[in-house]
Every structure is written in structure tokens, then in C-alpha cells.
């Protein structure tokens, strides 16, 4: 049978319309079958038939508080000056939750009854059936309870045991069977040699099956053999109601999983409008439809989510579980590819009255970015991608009372920041640290435009040899700015175990065939090596690798750890962590920015007592390269 690379980049709600039509034509089912099931392990099941009551709650007229009944027409006219005395055997004291008795139809509650010897004196009517729970006032017999495909909470539970059920008609869980392919897939815990991958992604789709709940069934892991794969697809979708294929499902030599699902079923899409998440495989095997994931992580979690989570919710008969949304304004230029919906990761903290969105790392490897991530943000495929401080709508991975605790730092990358919202988190769960690495000029940027509340800087000005202080007088005209040190910090060339090379200092950058890695444009790292070569007389064109940037300290150390490059100029704690030499260049302060006004904001103040903390001054300097004797300390503001 011929094979085809892609069918077509099919926008994503046609695809989808598309895979549930040939699931249909392949005659796999609609719904999963329904059963019976104990109340109390019904919770989170979805109703397949609707819950009717068959009794009434509260199946008695009932007293709603401590006190006497009576017969409101006995109270009229009580008052402050005119009291009324009701005589025992016209009242009944009753206690909340007891059947009112026959003849009486009012509570008065206990604090307001007064006693003269046995008489009751009431100094207020009451009127019928006050403080009185009347029969079915809950819930009266014969009364729809839940309609069928309703996802069943805790509160639902105890409604139907008041209204009489002891068990309830659910759908069954759907089967969801996660299997993994690839020569170079190792299973979890084994030791990885250059060239092979943990199948982290299988125990990711799985968990996800589960959070919406399906049951799962993890599968080994299949080698690139078209005829393996497709004897273990048709085995998987013998005992599960989706098949999850993991990896495969690009255009490679040994990419299968488009021809497998061609080859046993029905393959309706192949290549969807979706980045990432691009090379998807939907289709159908043995009447049991079929998802080909991608193998990069972020690009298997949101294709679950695009395709996989609607699927399962039509099998369980419910509406798919929609996050809640907002909007929020950009903290920084997002670029996207016209075409092609492009699903952004952006962490989130409200600056001021304004929700705040940063755009993290965007490739589909990186799964952290979902970690750390507050909200999705979709760019449709007609848009050329956002400005900075363009109001957009996030779809929430958070609630906005946690988001409304994140101290939102933009601008240079220093691994105590991440220490920091560590020790924060720690200290107090609700507060979240959350920084974004654009450089120490684009956190400058981001604090004039109201988008953070911190700006990281180590901006050295050649003209003064001063740093950072000049920046903000140019950036933040006319501000009342604060600015607190939070270090000082070594800042040299990171380089390979033992200096092989016995590189000495900048000088050294232009050596015939030497490979350095940069920063980007606007960091103060990249600022402090265009100033040293400037002061060496230096033309840059003479150093290899000098256009090539890398966004934090410790992915120039990872460049240099991998035999990529050999050195960049970075502080020497990245150096430390990944076990490289490191060639001192200079120490230099890094500081904090921010409005003077926000020193005394309450969601930032956990940052100053933290800095005040001699523990974490300790912990800072384990890491090394670091001088924290300024921690806190006030330059200006």
C-alpha cells in the first residue's frame, strides 16, 4: 500500500471532526458501556442514565433550629411592651433536625424564648412555618436529581444517598493503552548512554489519561519495526477504547506510525495546523480509534490534550473539561508562524490592576516549560504573533489566587533566583518566584512598560564603568526607581574540565579555530564581553561562534559540557554545576530594579525577609562565585 509523508496540515478542529467521522465509519463505539457502581466509588464517573429521586429530603416537615415549636397563629401581636405567654402543652421544645410535631407549624428559635416558671413569653411573632424545613425542600420525589452525562462531585454523591439512591448507572472508565516506540526509548530508571531516551513520555500520557478519568495500561516499549509496531497496535486496541501510539509520526526513515495505522485501519489525518504538535497521527484500528503522538514531550501533552481529551469525553458521554480563562497583557514580543495554530506556554502574575504573561521557551522538548507554566496561550494561525503589552486570553493551568501571589522578575538570568523561589515556596506555599530570562536591558523595558515587578540587571556602562544605575536613568526617565544589590558575582569563561585548551582570558576568544557561545542581545553578559573586546580593539567578526546565543549561564555551561563550543563567558556557579573549569574575567554587582512604590507591596515583601535570612545568604555562597556581604542593600530609592 503506498504511504504518504503528511495528507495535509488540517486545522485542528477539522481534524478532529475528521478522526470522530472515521471512527464512526470504522464502527467504533460512541459511548463505553454503562455499570452499576456503589455510591461511594461513583465520584468522578460519569451518569448514563439520569437520577431521579425516590424520596423526598427532608422526608418530614422538620425544625431548622433549637428551640420550641408552636402555632404561629398563638404568637400574633408579641411585641417588646406586649408580650405573649404560650403555656406548656401549646409548645414543644424540639432540637434541629426533628420532625415538627402535629399541630404546630412554627420554630421559635431558643435565644429568643423567655420563661416565666413554665410559660413560654415570646416578644416577636413568628409566622407560618418559620425556621421550619418543609418536606422535599431539598429534593421532593420524582424530581430530577442529575441529568445523564454529569460528572459526579462529592456534593452529588450525598444529594443522591438524601434522595434515596444506594448506587448509580455510570459509564465505565474508558481504557486508554499509552505504547511507546523507538530504538532509542529506554524504560524509566535504567542508565541512558549518548544517543537514548528515557519513556518519560508514556508515564506523562498516562498520568494525563488518568487526571480526566480513564484507566490506563502502559506498554513496553516497541522497536522501529513496522510490522512490531502493528502487531502491538492491534494487540493494544483489543483491550482499550484509545490507542496511544508515542513517536513515529513524522516523515523519517524510521517513522511508522501513519503506515501502520494505514496499514491495519483507517489513518484520516496525518500532519495538523498545530505547533507544537505538528506530525499527528489520527485514525482508527480494529474499530478502536488511534492517536499518533510526537515524540518531543511538549508536542505529546498538548496533542493529548487537543485530540485525546475531547475523544474520551465523547466516550464517557460528557462535555469536555473546559479551563478556566482571562486575559492578561504580554510582557514580551511573541513571534508565531502564519499557518499554523501555535500553542504558547507563559507564566503569570498580576503587576498592579494588570495580569501579566510571559512567554516561556517554545520548543517542543522543553518540557519544563509546561512545569512551569501558569496558562496556554494560543496564537491563531492567521496572526503573525503578539506585541509586547498586547492584551491576549490565557487559558488557566492556575488559579488567579495563587497567581496573584507570584512576584513576577524580568530581565538577567542568575541562578539565585531559582534558589530564591525555591526557599519562597518552601517558606510558604501560595508564593510563587517567577523569572524570566530576556536579558538585564529587556527587564529594564519590561518594568518602564508595567510588566513586572522586579527587573534583574548587571548592565555595565562603558562611559562610567558604573553599572546598572546609568541604564535606569536612561530606561526610567523620570521614575522614582529603587534599586537593592542582591550579589556580587564572579562573571569569566567557562570552559572544559582542566582547561585543555589553557585559555588565559578574553584575549584568548580569537584563537584560530577556537568555539565560543554568546549571549543575546541585551544581556549584561553580553554587554560586559562587547565592552572587554571593544577595550582589546576586537572586531567580532574575528571571534567563531560570536552570533550564536544562548539565553542563560547554564545553557552556555551546558554548550560547553556537550563539547558544542569550547568556552562562553558566564558566572562561575553555572560553571560549577555542570563540573567545568572556570577562567575568572571580573566580579560584578547584580541588582534588583523596581518602583519605589513596591517596596512596601505586600506580594514582594516575602523577597526582602528572604534576603534578610543569614541561612540563605549561606546557601547562596555554596554555590560558589558568589559574594552576598550587599545582600539587601538599598543603591538608590
Same mark, same amino acid.
Request: aromatic share 4%; charged share 20%; glycine share 10%.
Given at each position: 500500500?503506498?504511504?504518504?509523508?503528511?495528507?495535509?496540515?488540517?486545522?485542528?478542529?477539522?481534524?478532529?471532526?475528521?478522526?470522530?467521522?472515521?471512527?464512526?465509519?470504522?464502527?467504533?463505539?460512541?459511548?463505553?458501556?454503562?455499570?452499576?457502581?456503589?455510591?461511594?466509588?461513583?465520584?468522578?464517573?460519569?451518569?448514563?442514565?439520569?437520577?431521579?429521586?425516590?424520596?423526598?429530603?427532608?422526608?418530614?416537615?422538620?425544625?431548622?433550629?433549637?428551640?420550641?415549636?408552636?402555632?404561629?397563629?398563638?404568637?400574633?401581636?408579641?411585641?417588646?411592651?406586649?408580650?405573649?405567654?404560650?403555656?406548656?402543652?401549646?409548645?414543644?421544645?424540639?432540637?434541629?433536625?426533628?420532625?415538627?410535631?402535629?399541630?404546630?407549624?412554627?420554630?421559635?428559635?431558643?435565644?429568643?424564648?423567655?420563661?416565666?416558671?413554665?410559660?413560654?413569653?415570646?416578644?416577636?411573632?413568628?409566622?407560618?412555618?418559620?425556621?421550619?424545613?418543609? +418536606?422535599?425542600?431539598?429534593?421532593?420525589?420524582?424530581?430530577?436529581?442529575?441529568?445523564?452525562?454529569?460528572?459526579?462531585?462529592?456534593?452529588? +454523591?450525598?444529594?443522591?444517598?438524601?434522595?434515596?439512591?444506594?448506587?448509580?448507572?455510570?459509564?465505565?472508565?474508558?481504557?486508554?493503552?499509552?505504547?511507546?516506540?523507538?530504538?532509542?526509548?529506554?524504560?524509566?530508571?535504567?542508565?541512558?548512554?549518548?544517543?537514548?531516551?528515557?519513556?518519560?513520555?508514556?508515564?506523562?500520557?498516562?498520568?494525563?489519561?488518568?487526571?480526566?478519568?480513564?484507566?490506563?495500561?502502559?506498554?513496553?516499549?516497541?522497536?522501529?519495526?513496522?510490522?512490531?509496531?502493528?502487531?502491538?497496535?492491534?494487540?493494544?486496541?483489543?483491550?482499550?477504547?484509545?490507542?496511544?501510539?508515542?513517536?513515529?509520526?513524522?516523515?523519517?526513515?524510521?517513522?511508522?506510525?501513519?503506515?501502520?495505522?494505514?496499514?491495519?485501519?483507517?489513518?484520516?489525518?496525518?500532519?495538523?495546523?498545530?505547533?507544537?504538535?505538528?506530525?499527528?497521527?489520527?485514525?482508527?484500528?480494529?474499530?478502536?480509534?488511534?492517536?499518533?503522538?510526537?515524540?518531543?514531550?511538549?508536542?505529546?501533552?498538548?496533542?493529548?490534550? +487537543?485530540?485525546?481529551?475531547?475523544?474520551?469525553? @465523547?466516550?464517557?458521554?460528557?462535555?469536555?473539561?473546559?479551563?478556566?480563562?482571562?486575559?492578561?497583557?504580554?510582557?514580551?514580543?511573541?513571534?508565531?508562524?502564519?499557518?499554523?495554530?501555535?500553542?504558547?506556554?507563559?507564566?503569570?502574575?498580576?503587576?498592579?490592576?494588570?495580569?501579566?504573561?510571559?512567554?516561556?521557551?517554545?520548543?517542543?522538548?522543553?518540557?519544563?516549560?509546561?512545569?512551569?507554566?501558569?496558562?496556554?496561550?494560543?496564537?491563531?494561525?492567521?496572526?503573525?504573533?503578539?506585541?509586547?503589552?498586547?492584551?491576549?486570553? +490565557?487559558?488557566?493551568?492556575?488559579?488567579?489566587?495563587?497567581?496573584?501571589?507570584?512576584?513576577?522578575?524580568?530581565?538577567?538570568?542568575?541562578?539565585?533566583?531559582?534558589?530564591?523561589?525555591?526557599?519562597? @515556596?518552601?517558606?510558604?506555599?501560595?508564593?510563587?518566584?517567577?523569572?524570566?530570562?530576556?536579558?538585564?536591558?529587556?527587564?529594564?523595558?519590561?518594568?518602564?512598560?508595567?510588566?513586572?515587578?522586579?527587573?534583574?540587571?548587571?548592565?555595565?556602562?562603558?562611559?562610567?564603568?558604573?553599572?546598572?544605575?546609568?541604564?535606569?536613568?536612561?530606561?526610567?526617565?523620570?521614575?522614582?526607581?529603587?534599586?537593592?544589590?542582591?550579589?556580587? @558575582?564572579?562573571?569569566?569563561?567557562?570552559?572544559?574540565?582542566?582547561?585543555?585548551?589553557?585559555?588565559?582570558?578574553?584575549?584568548?576568544?580569537?584563537?584560530?579555530?577556537?568555539?565560543?557561545?554568546?549571549?543575546?542581545?541585551?544581556?549584561?553578559?553580553?554587554?560586559?564581553?562587547?565592552?572587554?573586546?571593544?577595550? @582589546?580593539?576586537?572586531?567580532?567578526?574575528?571571534?567563531?561562534?560570536?552570533?550564536?546565543?544562548?539565553?542563560?549561564?547554564?545553557?552556555?555551561?551546558?554548550?560547553?559540557?556537550?563539547?558544542?563550543?569550547?568556552?562562553?563567558?558566564?558566572?562561575?556557579?553555572?560553571?560549577?554545576?555542570?563540573?567545568?573549569?572556570?577562567?575568572?574575567?571580573?566580579?560584578?554587582?547584580?541588582?534588583?530594579?523596581?518602583?519605589?512604590?513596591?517596596?512596601?507591596?505586600?506580594?514582594?515583601?516575602?523577597?526582602?525577609?528572604?534576603?534578610?535570612?543569614?541561612?540563605?545568604?549561606?546557601?547562596?555562597?555554596?554555590?560558589?562565585?558568589?559574594?552576598?556581604?550587599?545582600?539587601?542593600?538599598?543603591?538608590?530609592?
Amino acid at each position: 500500500m503506498a504511504t504518504t509523508p503528511y495528507i495535509h496540515d488540517v486545522p485542528a478542529a477539522q481534524a478532529l471532526s475528521a478522526w470522530q467521522q472515521a471512527c464512526d465509519a470504522a464502527g467504533c463505539p460512541v459511548r463505553v458501556e454503562p455499570e452499576t457502581m456503589p455510591l461511594a466509588q461513583a465520584v468522578g464517573r460519569v451518569t448514563a442514565e439520569a437520577v431521579w429521586a425516590t424520596r423526598s429530603s427532608p422526608s418530614f416537615d422538620a425544625a431548622a433550629m433549637d428551640g420550641i415549636a408552636v402555632r404561629a397563629a398563638d404568637t400574633v401581636g408579641a411585641g417588646e411592651t406586649t408580650p405573649v405567654l404560650i403555656e406548656p402543652g401549646e409548645y414543644v421544645v424540639v432540637d434541629t433536625g426533628d420532625p415538627l410535631p402535629d399541630g404546630f407549624d412554627a420554630v421559635v428559635m431558643r435565644e429568643q424564648v423567655h420563661y416565666s416558671n413554665e410559660a413560654a413569653e415570646l416578644r416577636s411573632a413568628v409566622a407560618p412555618f418559620q425556621h421550619v424545613r418543609s +418536606i422535599g425542600e431539598d429534593v421532593a420525589t420524582a424530581e430530577l436529581l442529575l441529568p445523564e452525562g454529569h460528572r459526579l462531585r462529592p456534593v452529588d +454523591i450525598a444529594a443522591a444517598a438524601a434522595a434515596g439512591a444506594t448506587e448509580l448507572v455510570v459509564r465505565r472508565q474508558p481504557v486508554v493503552a499509552v505504547l511507546p516506540t523507538g530504538d532509542e526509548i529506554r524504560p524509566i530508571g535504567t542508565r541512558v548512554a549518548p544517543g537514548e531516551i528515557l519513556d518519560t513520555n508514556s508515564l506523562m500520557l498516562a498520568a494525563q489519561a488518568e487526571e480526566i478519568g480513564c484507566r490506563t495500561i502502559r506498554l513496553p516499549i516497541v522497536p522501529d519495526d513496522r510490522a512490531v509496531i502493528g502487531a502491538a497496535v492491534r494487540g493494544a486496541a483489543e483491550q482499550a477504547d484509545l490507542v496511544v501510539l508515542i513517536a513515529g509520526s513524522s516523515a523519517g526513515r524510521d517513522d511508522y506510525s501513519a503506515q501502520v495505522v494505514e496499514d491495519n485501519g483507517t489513518l484520516a489525518v496525518h500532519g495538523v495546523a498545530v505547533r507544537p504538535g505538528h506530525p499527528v497521527v489520527l485514525g482508527a484500528v480494529d474499530a478502536t480509534p488511534v492517536l499518533g503522538c510526537p515524540g518531543y514531550p511538549v508536542s505529546a501533552a498538548l496533542t493529548f490534550e +487537543i485530540f485525546a481529551a475531547p475523544l474520551l469525553s @465523547r466516550l464517557e458521554g460528557s462535555a469536555p473539561r473546559e479551563r478556566p480563562r482571562a486575559r492578561a497583557r504580554l510582557a514580551r514580543k511573541l513571534a508565531s508562524s502564519m499557518g499554523m495554530d501555535d500553542w504558547v506556554r507563559v507564566r503569570l502574575g498580576r503587576v498592579g490592576e494588570l495580569l501579566v504573561a510571559t512567554p516561556l521557551p517554545r520548543g517542543a522538548g522543553v518540557l519544563t516549560s509546561l512545569v512551569r507554566a501558569d496558562g496556554l496561550l494560543v496564537v491563531p494561525a492567521g496572526l503573525e504573533g503578539h506585541h509586547p503589552g498586547e492584551e491576549v486570553e +490565557i487559558a488557566l493551568l492556575r488559579g488567579l489566587a495563587e497567581i496573584r501571589r507570584t512576584i513576577v522578575a524580568v530581565g538577567s538570568h542568575d541562578l539565585v533566583l531559582d534558589l530564591a523561589a525555591s526557599q519562597l @515556596r518552601a517558606t510558604d506555599p501560595a508564593i510563587t518566584l517567577a523569572s524570566s530570562n530576556v536579558g538585564s536591558l529587556g527587564g529594564l523595558v519590561a518594568l518602564r512598560d508595567g510588566l513586572c515587578h522586579l527587573a534583574g540587571s548587571h548592565l555595565l556602562d562603558p562611559a562610567t564603568g558604573e553599572y546598572t544605575l546609568p541604564y535606569v536613568d536612561r530606561v526610567l526617565a523620570g521614575r522614582d526607581i529603587a534599586v537593592i544589590r542582591l550579589l556580587h @558575582r564572579d562573571q569569566g569563561l567557562i570552559v572544559a574540565p582542566g582547561n585543555p585548551l589553557g585559555l588565559t582570558g578574553l584575549d584568548d576568544v580569537v584563537r584560530p579555530g577556537l568555539r565560543y557561545v554568546n549571549r543575546q542581545r541585551g544581556a549584561g553578559t553580553r554587554v560586559l564581553l562587547d565592552h572587554e573586546i571593544s577595550r @582589546r580593539e576586537i572586531n567580532p567578526e574575528q571571534i567563531t561562534g560570536y552570533a550564536r546565543e544562548e539565553h542563560t549561564h547554564l545553557a552556555v555551561a551546558a554548550a560547553v559540557a556537550a563539547g558544542r563550543v569550547d568556552c562562553g563567558l558566564g558566572v562561575f556557579a553555572a560553571a560549577r554545576a555542570f563540573e567545568l573549569d572556570f577562567v575568572p574575567v571580573t566580579r560584578e554587582p547584580y541588582d534588583l530594579v523596581l518602583d519605589a512604590s513596591a517596596l512596601a507591596d505586600p506580594v514582594i515583601e516575602p523577597l526582602w525577609e528572604l534576603l534578610a535570612d543569614e541561612r540563605f545568604k549561606q546557601s547562596v555562597e555554596a554555590l560558589g562565585g558568589y559574594d552576598t556581604s550587599e545582600m539587601g542593600r538599598r543603591i538608590r530609592g
